[in-house]
């Protein structure tokens, strides 16, 4: 009743185009936005910022950047944590050998860095898909780890190789509060979700995605192959690496290469493949599971055993969260095997038709 | 709208656990260790020990002054993203938030290094975490006490040359360093290059990457070095792994020095036979032939209370190892209430002041029932670990035998060592060090 488009016309080009052609879709994000950036500063307090909302923007812009490879490019990857640690551990050297650049800067070179080591390891894409692809960016992920825990001018000759992110300041602006740090974090994301968001809707985007579908027949139309995968490989390492950036600046403060494993890389895949293959929302929605949903039943637990004064073994309701959690990602992938984002859309059409459906 | 209610039920539930403790004469130790992982069984055992000492201490005395303990446990599976979590989680519960942290893993405590220190709630790694922490004058809210792991590898050269018949006759020996390829594995790697230019021995760093279930070719090498120690520095299932491959190579066993997180039991028994011999290093004993230890049982398990399912464990190494983390933070606590009132609860602030004048000497130890169990303790605002001395045990093919006395460590070495790399950090960050004679 109150979600329908009816009497809503669209008289341009332009407002055919737009990301939200339901005016009713504008004002909710409008009204999203506004409270990310305004009431949830002023409600939110310091748990709910450093320890919830900020890993979980990160972990959504890195796997974004994961589904602009898998989801739109097909190209299956194994190497987030990787582009995630170049992005790191650059950033905090172009901060620390060029102070001069600023945090924003060398957050866009780190993500560069990322991109090229991308396009490096997107080399075999050009022969092999599939889960053959996967193997070879494994490759890079074990590379990328042995570098940084070899090399000493990475972590600027660290014994233990661990290296904490100098302050963040943008033109004498410190962002050293959590409320100050999330702002920032979810500035970045939000103009890069947005800038995927367009990226995806233009020739580039559908490139990448006839190469997707068939990649014989993308070549057959004109576009060109090498390109189009490398490209795929470079802006999906560029944003990891930035997310990586954050992840040490805004996140941590201090990285060790160890918290970029290969476990990372599978943690982000999951929450592609629960979110939504190949949907800027589902990213979203896929970090939002993964990453708040084991928080939310270890607190739950907590909560039952002191409602009730129920003394359960704490190892039992450890391993309990872990099997809830596995049976929960099953459910859901039965329930809707294309992701959260598909049930998200299901919901919406359902809503149009409400009350009344035929 | 499911995102909506699952939010509220999160607000809810975390706003009610916090006021159901928040009443006055309570103590909050946050219990973040992990019950689950590939570490569980070191996480479990040393969670067990440090809750049931805070336990008897509630039982026996009813807290310290009248101030009971109050913890609650969190589950960090030795993920640093966990560990923040949980930090965030518990540094606010309790009538003065979080009394202090104990991390239980060098990352974690790496990342919460600033924030504790922004949060003015003491940082405190027992045997683990960074190493140069022990620098007080730039490190004011963490402690690595009792022994870093430089001043730990001192002592285990020392012991080497003990064996040898004096520090000189190490000249020309070959020391093989089999480490954890993480943070953990490579932190002494430059203590024991200062050391091999110092003593004249050479030393190879082999890395085993993690977890550390393959070594075939770390100990071919290490047949062909033929050292005459290995290092072990491992973690986990790595220990049990290199002991076995250690038999296989023909490698004495009685020749491997493990750190102390190689020397529990859960590190020799699935070796085996092959772990007859292996000799680690300590900073507390295992055994349950001590009165702290004979309290627990009295004041906690023969009321049906207590942390550990499988009795047999009380008393293991990394059991003994979280009552001897607990010991430290009650006696950290009482000597925080004699400055600044008996019988309230102390804020973490007030609890840094306590670690850092806190003085166990032998006598108090034996008052507390547990002289030999751990070592005296005396921490300044210099000196952050206080301790420094290891005690070595070898695995007679059924439990630990503690082979030396408090092996002291190399300070003269370690300590400039120390310092330089505090300054260092200094000198990143823009911190400026306290005048450790203007503390009181």
């Not at chain 1, 969260?321 to 459910?331: D, K, N, Q, S, T």
């Not at chain 2, 490698?251 to 020799?268: L, N, S």
Request: hydrophobic residues 45%.
């Amino acid at each position: 009743m109150l979600y329908r488009e009816a009497g809503q016309f669209k008289a341009t080009y332009a407002q055919d185009q737009q990301i939200f052609p339901i005016r009713q879709d504008r004002i909710a994000f409008a009204l999203l936005l506004a409270a990310a950036f305004i009431v949830v500063p002023l409600i939110a307090n310091q748990y709910w910022l450093s320890a919830i909302l900020t890993p979980f923007l990160i972990l959504s812009l890195a796997t974004l950047g994961l589904n602009i490879l898998t989801g739109y490019a097909g190209q299956l990857s194994l190497g987030t944590a990787a582009f995630m640690a170049v992005g790191a551990f650059m950033a905090y050297n172009f901060v620390l050998r060029m102070p001069w650049l600023g945090v924003i800067p060398s957050f866009i070179l780190a993500g560069l860095c990322a991109a090229a080591v991308g396009i490096v390891f997107g080399l075999p894409s050009l022969r092999i898909k599939g889960f053959y692809l996967a193997v070879a960016t494994l490759a890079c992920q074990f590379f990328v780890l042995w570098a940084i825990q070899r090399i000493g001018w990475i972590t600027n000759y660290s014994a233990s190789g661990v290296i904490t992110a100098q302050k963040i300041e943008i033109f004498a602006y410190a962002f050293d509060t959590p409320v100050r740090k999330y702002l920032l974090t979810l500035a970045i994301v939000a103009v890069m979700a947005l800038l995927a968001k367009n990226l995806m809707r233009s020739e580039t985007g559908r490139a990448f995605m006839a190469v997707r579908d068939m990649d014989v027949a993308a070549s057959v139309i004109g576009i060109p192959i090498m390109k189009t995968k490398l490209l795929a490989f470079a802006i999906s390492s560029f944003y990891c690496g930035v997310a990586g950036g954050l992840y040490a600046y805004t996140y941590l403060g201090t990285v060790e290469p160890e918290a970029f494993t290969l476990d990372l890389s599978f943690r982000i895949l999951f929450m592609v493949i629960i979110g939504g293959v190949g949907s800027i929302l589902g990213s979203f929605m896929g970090a939002a599971f993964i990453t708040l949903l084991p928080i939310f039943l270890s607190v739950l637990f907590g909560g039952i055993s002191h409602a009730t004064g129920m003394e359960i073994s704490h190892a039992v309701v450890s391993n309990l969260e872990v099997i809830i959690f596995g049976g929960l990602i099953i459910f859901f992938l039965i329930v809707e095997p294309q992701g959260l984002a598909r049930l998200w859309q299901i919901a919406k059409e359902k809503l149009r038709l409400w009350p009344f459906p035929h | 709208m499911k995102r909506t209610t699952l939010a509220l039920a999160l607000v809810a539930s975390v706003g009610f656990s916090a006021g159901a403790l928040a009443q006055a004469k309570e103590q909050f130790v946050p219990a973040n260790y992990y019950w689950v992982g590939p570490y569980a069984a070191s996480g479990s055992g040393i969670a067990g020990g440090a809750i049931d000492y805070l336990q008897m201490l509630n039982e026996r005395d009813g807290g310290i002054n009248g101030v009971k303990f109050t913890w609650e446990k969190c589950e960090t599976e030795y993920n640093n993203a966990r560990g923040v979590e949980c930090y965030e989680r518990s540094k606010k519960k309790g009538p003065t938030g979080a009394t202090l942290i104990h991390p239980l893993s060098t990352g974690i405590t790496y990342s919460l290094i600033e924030k504790g220190t922004a949060d003015r709630i003491p940082i405190v790694s027992v045997g683990y975490g960074r190493t140069d922490a022990s620098d007080g004058r730039i490190f004011p809210y963490v402690f690595p006490l009792i022994t870093n792991y430089w001043s730990q590898n001192t002592a285990k050269i020392k012991f080497m040359g003990m064996k040898a018949g004096g520090m000189d006759k190490l000249k020309g020996k070959k020391i093989v360093n089999l480490y954890h390829d993480s943070a953990y594995g490579k932190e002494t790697t430059p203590v024991l290059d200062a050391q091999a230019k110092m003593y004249g021995f050479q030393v190879t760093h082999l890395a085993v990457p993690h977890p550390g279930n393959e070594q075939q070719a770390q100990w071919l090498q290490i047949r062909q070095i033929q050292p005459d120690w290995v290092i072990l520095r491992g973690w986990g299932v790595m220990n049990p792994t290199a002991i076995k491959a250690a038999q296989r190579a023909g490698y004495p066993r009685d020749k491997i020095v493990g750190v102390w997180w190689a020397g529990a039991e859960e590190d020799t028994i699935p070796a085996g036979d092959a772990a007859k011999g292996y000799i680690a290093a300590a900073f507390n004993v295992s055994g349950t032939n001590y009165p702290v230890i004979q309290d627990i049982m009295k004041h906690v398990y023969a009321k049906g209370k207590g942390e550990m399912d499988d009795k047999s464990r009380i008393g293991s190494a990394y059991y003994n190892r979280g009552v001897v983390f607990s010991i430290i933070t009650s006696e950290a606590v009482r000597k925080a209430q004699e400055h600044f009132g008996k019988g309230k609860p102390m804020t973490g602030e007030q609890v840094r002041w306590g670690l850092e004048n806190l003085s166990i000497d032998n006598a108090y130890l034996k008052k507390l029932g547990a002289s030999d169990f751990m070592q005296p303790l005396k921490v300044s605002c210099m000196d952050h670990e206080g301790g420094g001395a290891v005690k070595f045990q070898q695995w007679d093919g059924k439990q630990w035998k503690v082979i030396t006395d408090w092996i002291s460590s190399d300070q003269k070495l370690v300590r400039p060592m120390i310092e330089a790399s505090a300054a260092q950090y200094a000198k990143e960050k823009g911190i400026t060090p306290r005048d450790c004679s203007k503390e009181k």
